[in-house]
């Protein structure tokens, strides 16, 4: 029963990386604004998806990276397949450069993120452009790749206390 | 963290295939949503109507706290916009005026001309449950659906001009797609000239004016109005004014679809033209015999002179503007 029941428990926690990437897309996609609408939303669904990939890359697989960028098409009224492209983009380059990526700290963290919000931002632009073919206005994606980056301090935080407290650390498996 | 560095060494060579797996997917989504978008916004439809309680709810506090912060400005300025609005009052009184007289001939002269009476348009009232302006999507979402009869490709309404077209009509809610949005395209008229051309958002706050007649200069201020070219939309609504930015036109929107919190959706849709009644003088002629041919004339060019009303009953006359007022008055609250 005890080894079920931790079982059952490891597999929440294995999720909750996954969950909180669906869940910052749903938050980050509410149609709500607090700026009039003149702000577009952070890339919220993009923090979970950086800072799991870096620190437990097991619980945060392609798959899981396609599905949050798929939610996140979904519920903002892109052209799906916009933000997934764009993620999975983002994804391949954090595991190509994960160990240097994993190794940054401070403000070089920050800027870390910077480039894989970047990254993303640049995909979305593009894929958006083909969709529609001809270019949108980059104004909303620089705003919105602006205030992800500031966000993204005090979502670390919370990010990381959650890490703290629910998933833990990577473990070798012998 | 070494041992996570070992371990995600070992993965790394396993995620290759995966990575380029679902990059090839989220391709393959993109194109099928190019070709068969149709099935993929019913499903977002659906999850919105499923939504939509929850949503209402949140959005009410979002609501007032973005009305106060619209307003937050106009709180120092009430002596002045008094003034001004006042002068403005004044001057519209004036213009009510010669609108009226101008109704009042316009309608003596359909009525000489025995003119086709322009339909009456009706309109469902409707609350805004949720905006967002997203990169690609400039949104607001109503709380009227196909239950209330609003279908995608209508006009949406805010007390001052257009906001934008429903875009998407789910059972209880439906997306409208702003002006502004980038995949959003009217064709307007600029008064005075009658000139033709294409609203085209671009996510800015101020929507390109694009396919102008060549050598074109616009008058900054003048007022566009929707042309009602290709049937979707009526002639005549109001959109904004002209404005030069950057050697380009763009116009200044008269609706203010952040702050906006009920719009009138136009039930609007041009009707098929109707083939006229047949009569005996359709039925062909069997042809002239061979000794007629050369005697034959063209018929004569006769200028169609409509048969007068029977005594004591007037021709049909409807004004030629829809009736705003009368459509209200029809309105389903949303």
Redesign the interface.
Known sequence: MDRASAMAGGMIAASIPFFCGIAAAVIA??????T??????PLLALMPLYFWCL?R??LM???A??TI??VQ??L???????W??AF??A??LL??R??AF?GLSGPAAVLGFGLAALVVSVA??F??A???WHL??A???LL?LVLSILLYVPAAMVLGAVHRRFVG????QP | MA???????R??GN??F??A???A??????????TQ?NM?DQ??AA?IDWASPG?AA??AP?EG??RW??NADDMFNLYQENVRLKEDNARLRQWQGAALALEARVGRYEQLLNAVPERKTESVLARV?????????????LDAGTANGVKPGEAVLDPRGLVGRVYLAGQNTS?VILLRD??SRVPVVIQPGNIPAMLTG???VAPRLEALPPRTELKPGSVIVTSGDGGLLPAGLAVGTVVAQAGKYRAALYAE???TSEVEILRYQRLPEQAPPPSLDDIPDPGPMPAQVETMQPPAQTDAQPAPPPAGQAAPVAPAVPDRGQAGAGRAAG
């Open positions: 996609n509410l149609p709500v604004s607090f009039l609408g003149f702000l577009p939303p620190v890359p097991d697989p392609p798959g990276a396609f960028g798929l098409d979904f903002s009224g892109a052209p799906i397949g916009v997934t492209g999975i983009a994804y391949a595991d190509r994960r160990d994993a979305a632009y894929l958006g083909i969709y529609f949108p206005a104004e909303p994606i919105s650390p990577l473990r070798v | 041992n996570g560095l070992r371990r995600s060494t993965l790394r995620t290759q995966p990575i797996l679902f990059g997917l989220a391709l393959a989504l993109l194109l099928l949503g190019k978008g993929l499903a977002r999850l949503l949140i959005h979002f706290f973005n912060l619209a449950i949720g905006r967002s302006g997203r990169p690609f999507l400039e949104t607001m979402i997306w980038v995949s671009d996510n800015t679809a952040h702050s």
